[in-house]
């Protein structure tokens, strides 16, 4: 039966029992984990439906999904091993784990951007609509249809603009809510305190004769004051701010908690509310409420005077932190940010140097999309092309960041070139139109759908198309990978090949025209025998692919005899203890348990394949042999440990010349077997392979015996 992949996902990190909560956001689940070594990272990344893997700090792992993750999450909890969970909230699973103890050395900054984080992402879903909504919108500006900033419009448009609207003005209604839910607080009493402040009686107060106003030059707004009891009251706009109620929420946390420790619980229901509202309101009119517009004000002016004083090093400066900010969901704030330009100034100039960053962001996954197209590998294929979709139509950049560009180091500084790009074009360009950058109309993900956003326009087209391309085509040139990396790679898909892919990658048709068996000419060997081989060639730092030769074949019906590359006991394949060898799914031999930690030659050859842990060989030899000599039994994990190469690929090497020195006691003290196969992998090719020595071998002694067909 094929295993599910919400099945699978809980198998590898643990099990069940090894899940202390799970959560999701738009595109990830999030584990909080009893041990997060018992994950199996390897069978993450090549379940079906995983984009990849990403572990984190204090014992939380989260496993990329994409737009299916909704999906995949309620799969998860409706698994029957799951179900013993089913009593207990997300929220009471976490209690637990946070009574465990600290989750790392950062616990509370951790914390910190965590509850960011989770007051935004349930609403990333609406977001995001009501952002195509408006990019709708402006696509009829552009073309004339209806003017997108009118004061005054038709009934049709004027209610069109209610869809949007909607979310971005109770916007702090929603945030509160999360906000408060996180911190274990009835989410509605969050919401309805902050919701006091977007009530019509709330804002009659600023159409009273008695009120003070004043205005910030810098960024173009008016506040204004009326006296409440003898006490100033700030006025403002609440609609679209964010920073209000996450400092409300996190007061309130502290206010709601002690007052249920003194409120008997049989009153909780009536007075917990009540005294909650009674205290917290006037403190968030009074207090937090003006604070908030004025840290918001303050970061706006100075973002503000930034842009205009030097917006070249504004336009640069924004796609190049952008990278480090959303990982760490330190963008929430920009954000909210953009969000209050849009309130008090009708535009946003944020929004139009992150679109650089954004489409460099999607540039880089498009090389990758492009190389693994190329290589024919299916599982960074379908990594790429989900989360290039969820990018360039849907502006979210998570899947791309956590599903591939925090995984390969080698991709970030390929990126920024393409962030810097972008945002250079911006600069300059503003610079020569003398404009304040490239300001947007409405806050918007930026993707493909949103561009009639911008303006200008054209000068933002050309910076994301330039970041999108640069940074595309450097990965394309350079690869995104190390060459271990890309090593792996090759290996991994071997194995899919192995397992009935598809596809027929670049390494096993190399190895086919070589002469190495290939995956698909070991009839009568199960994946069960073959997986322990090909894992080991996926856990290796490199797998050098295997150049053309131009040994000569042997002749039909002629037979060679290869000599012992090693002195030792000769083992019998069936013995080896690893069933992948010892099935013959690798190739056709014997074994030798060495007595001397010196690997030489059998005889002339080139040399085909090295690994830089040092632990197997493979040679090309003059009559068309190709060997395998293996030294030892998984000891590709001592990563190099006890082992010298002395050959690389493509040397020309004679009878007796060393390869391989090793040191046969640091094996056995690791705990690995000593045992080393030679084994023929291209015996397809030849009518026997057969065993001519027994006992104790010396180097250059007799061992095997390879017969070629008979002619057809």
Known sequence: MVESTAQAIVNAVGGPENIDSLTHCATRLRFQLVNSELVDGAALDSTEGVMGAVPQAGNRYQVI???????????????????????????EIKAEARAKGPRGKNVWMDSFFEYLADSFRPILGVLLGASLIIAFAAVMDAFGVQDFRAEVKPAGWQFLDTMWRSVFYFLPIMVAYNAAKKLNVDPWLGAAIMGSLMTPEFIGLTSRDDIVCTTNVALGTESCQVDVFGVPLLLSDYGGNVFVPLMMAALLALVYHNIKKVVPESLQLVFLPFLSMVI??????????????????????????????????????????????????LHWPLNALMLMNIDTLGYDFIQGPMGAWNFACFGATAGVLVLSMRERDTQMRQTSTGALVAGLFGGISEPS??????????????????????????????????????????FAFTSLLTIPLFSPMFLYVIAIA??????????????????????????????????????????????????????????????????????????????KVLPKTDSAALAPGATVVLDSPLEGTVVPLADVPDPGFASGAVGAGVAIDPTSGILVAPGSARVLMTFPTGHAVGLK?????????????DTVNLKGAGFKVLVTKGDLVSKGDPLVEFDIAAIKAAGYSAITPVLVTNRKRFAAVEAVAEGVVATGDALLSVTAKEAR
């Open 65 to 91: 999904i994409g737009g299916a993750v909704a999906g995949v999450f309620q799969d998860i909890n409706n698994l029957p091993s799951m179900k013993s969970r089913a009593d207990k909230t997300a929220e």
């Open 280 to 329: 917290m309101i006037p403190i968030t009119g009074f207090i937090l409420g003006p604070l908030g517009v004025w840290l918001g004000g303050l970061l706006g002016t100075g973002l503000a005077w930034l842009n205009t004083t030097v917006p070249l090093i504004f336009a640069i400066l924004i796609p190049m932190i952008y990278p480090f900010l959303v990982p760490l969901g």
């Open 401 to 442: 960041l956590y599903g591939i560009h925090l995984r390969f180091a080698r991709i970030y500084p390929r990126m920024l070139v393409g962030c810097f790009v972008g945002g250079l074009t911006i600069g300059l360009g503003s610079m020569f139109l003398g404009t304040a950058g490239v300001t947007a109309s409405a």
């Open 466 to 543: 330039l970041a999108f391309f640069t940074a595309m085509a450097l990965v394309v040139i350079t690869d995104y990978r190390t060459p271990e990396q890309k090593a792996e790679a090759l290996a991994r898909i071997a194995k899919q090949d192995a397992e009935g892919g598809p596809h027929v990658d670049i390494l096993a048709e190399e190895e086919a025209q070589d002469g190495f068996l290939t995956p698909a000419e070991q009839e009568g060997v199960t994946d069960a025998e073959a997986r322990p081989f090909l894992e080991e060639a996926q856990m290796a730092s490199a797998v």
């Open 621 to 633: 030899m003059d009559s068309g042999v190709e060997l395998l000599i293996h030294i030892g039994i």
